[in-house]
């Protein structure tokens, strides 16, 4: 369980992160999505011990981050935003490293480096050298190495960003396949499709604050079902409606072209704070 | 100690996959240093009784010794800023204590290293000296007093630029007035004192005056083991306030 109280942090003038709240229950897959600048990555480093907080309190499991930051920190496993892996060490030396890090007995790591490898399908890479690995090859490895020491929580820093869709779709799966087996996903993404498609339940997070939380489903029924999007003078527009029926009685009135679509999380961002996510 | 084993494990498996690059890097310039001033001169020039290879040997030992120790702050650094590799290590639960001490072994790791390089480079050139106790624990002391250091401006820096920079100020005049290539006894009162201040003084001296014979100087060995607890506290300190 992830437990923040009024989290705060501040560089210079710019509030982060300010008077953060939220609750994470137990094998909850949760997503913090918002665009670039809202607060996302900070909460993330303030959770796993990279950034000190200004202000508030955060608890991992009952493990106070600031009081218990060991016991705080065996608690998580970490993807981080940008691929910090051992370039010059093979896929097998960084995962040892990262098991001794944790205190792992040398048999278990052996063995959980086999178990994580297969999880990933990268046995056949085992001793290859990080440098010669894809960007989503390396995004797999750094979901095994996260996972490595068996933390009850997962946090994930927009853990497809930069990556195809076919190897989004791979880690989709495997972080669904994770929270299978048991684990609290914590997840910031920018994506809109990545927050639908795997949370449990969303927070919109913006200059550091949270503008709507709730599961995806709630929070597009709140404005409608389906979409019309409408270019004019002024520019583009979008108006929401509950059933098809009431969008096309609405498209019969209008002569400009129109787009009917799903409402989606962005329409619900956008709605909330005038913002686009991307 | 499971911290601190990793931290140092990374370093030497690093090592091990730089090692013959490594190896010549740490022989080049020495080597060179070796042919020009000491070959070359070595005939010309004689120094209280000794051939200038003798007395330049010392003198690269403890150059050397200091310029290997303070290149892991660019390893550091490259994997701070570069490879984001020191964000593993702060989501670690290990100590600060663990990082810093692993750092630091593996500065010294690299100057040690650099010394076997020489003594083989010097015996090449038909020169070999006294090796012992104080020899050694005089190229330890100030491999720790530079990796440490090393550690500690690692932290402090905000760009590789910055890091370069540090070289060029501290280490680079050093190695060149720190009493390695000549004797500062013959420079003015007031220089010597100057020169004095550097740690690469003392530890020229100490590790000289063993491999040459001469009398020790305990005040060398105090000032350089006060250094390097000074500089590693130092290291402790900046390693806890890296985080941002």
Not at chain 1, 104 to 110: F, G, I, N, T, V
Not at chain 1, 226 to 241: H, K
Request: hydrophobic residues 50%; neutral net charge; charged residues 20%.
């Amino acid at each position: 369980m992830i437990e923040i109280d009024q989290l705060q942090k501040s560089y210079g003038t710019v509030r982060a992160v300010d008077g953060l709240d939220l609750r994470v229950a137990a094998g909850e897959l949760f997503a913090f999505l918002g665009p670039n600048g809202a607060g996302k990555s900070t909460t993330i480093r303030m959770l796993t011990g990279l950034t000190r907080p200004d202000g508030g309190s955060a608890r991992l499991n009952g493990y106070d981050i600031r009081r218990e930051p060991v016991a705080a920190k065996r608690q998580c496993g970490l993807v981080a935003q940008q691929t910090n892996l051992d370039n010059e060490l093979t896929v097998r030396e960084n995962l040892d490293i990262h098991g001794r890090l944790f205190a792992m007995p040398a048999r278990e790591r052996r063995e959980r480096i086999e178990e994580l490898l297969a999880f990933v399908e990268m046995s056949d890479r085992a001793e290859s050298l990080v440098k010669t690995l894809s960007g989503g090859l390396k995004r797999r490895v750094m979901i095994a190495r996260a996972l490595l020491h068996r933390p009850p929580i997962l946090f994930l820093d927009e853990p497809t960003v930069g990556l195809d869709a076919a190897i989004r779709r791979r880690i989709w799966a495997l972080l669904k396949r994770t929270r299978q087996q048991g684990a609290t996903l914590f997840l910031t993404t920018h994506y809109i499709e990545e927050a639908e498609f795997l949370a449990d339940r969303v927070a919109f997070l913006d200059q550091g604050q949270i503008v709507a939380l709730d599961a995806p489903e709630r929070l597009m029924a709140g404005l409608g079902t389906w979409a019309i999007d409408q270019l004019d003078e002024s520019g583009l527009s979008t108006s929401y409606f509950a059933s098809r029926e009431e969008a096309g009685a609405f498209c019969t009135l209008q002569t400009q072209e129109l787009t009917l679509r799903r409402v989606n999380l962005e329409d619900v961002f956008l709605d909330l704070t005038g913002k686009k996510v991307r | 100690m499971h911290g601190f084993i990793a931290v140092y494990l990374r370093e030497l498996l690093i090592l091990k996959y730089r090692f013959k690059r490594q190896l010549s890097g740490m022989a080049v310039t020495p080597l060179l240093y070796l042919l020009t001033f000491g070959y070359a001169m070595g005939d010309i020039i004689r120094m209280n009784g000794q051939s200038y290879l003798e007395f330049l040997i010392p003198g690269l030992v403890a150059m050397s010794s200091m310029t290997q120790a303070f290149a892991i702050a660019t390893d550091i650094n490259v994997a701070r800023f570069y490879w984001k590799i020191f964000e593993e290590f702060q989501a670690a639960p290990i100590s600060n204590l663990a990082y810093v001490a692993a750092e630091t072994l593996a500065g010294v790791t690299r100057a040690l290293m650099a010394i076997i390089v020489i003594l083989l480079l010097s015996l090449c050139f038909g020169v070999s000296l006294h090796y012992g106790f104080w020899f050694w624990l005089a190229i330890l002391l100030n491999a720790t007093v530079f990796a440490s250091l090393a550690v500690a401006l690692a932290m402090l820096v905000k760009s590789h630029a910055d890091q370069s920079l540090l070289t060029s100020f501290i280490i680079t005049p050093m190695a060149f007035l720190g009493g390695t290539f000549f004797p500062l006894d013959n420079l003015p009162g007031w220089v010597q004192k100057v020169l004095s201040m550097l740690p690469l003084t003392h530890a020229s001296h100490a590790i000289r005056s063993s491999a040459l014979h001469q009398t020790q100087s305990p005040t060398d060995y105090w000032l350089l083991a006060a250094l390097a607890m000074i500089f590693f506290l130092l290291a402790l300190r900046c390693v806890g306030q890296a985080r941002d």
